[in-house]
Nanobody
């Protein structure tokens, strides 16, 4: 099982970025995939998740209305479209596999995650 996040970079406040998470070793119709982030000096927090069963999406309060998670089953890739970015969105973003239908993001408990990918750095700064 591998998850590879990409698409991070430097963006100005108010700008947009799209992150990608390429999954291998499993299919997106069998496992949910979540996005987490970790800012310097802070704990890792769940941002969003897309369910394997029906594509339902779940978002942290900080992401609702600005971030959109989607998937392309043919490419086995999950995306995180981030709009209206703020300096406080600066963090390393990770994608992760959740075998329990997005329970990690819904409950705020990272222990539900069984595989983590390497992160991609997002910096929001002018």
């Amino acid at each position: 099982v591998q998850l590879q996040a990409s698409g991070g970079g430097l963006v100005q406040p108010g700008g947009s970025l799209r992150l990608s998470c390429a999954a291998s070793g499993f299919t997106l119709d069998s496992y949910s995939v979540a996005w987490f982030r970790q800012a310097p000096g802070k704990e890792r927090e769940g941002v969003s998740c897309i369910s394997h069963s029906d594509g339902s999406t779940y978002y942290a309060k900080s992401a609702k209305g600005r971030f959109v998670s989607s998937r392309d089953n043919a490419k086995n890739t999950v995306y995180l479209q981030m709009n209206s970015l703020k300096p406080e969105d600066t963090a390393v973003y990770y994608c992760a596999r959740d075998p329990y239908r997005c329970e990690a993001v819904v409950s705020g408990t990272n222990s539900w995650i069984d595989y983590w990918g390497k992160g991609t750095l997002v910096t929001v700064s002018s």
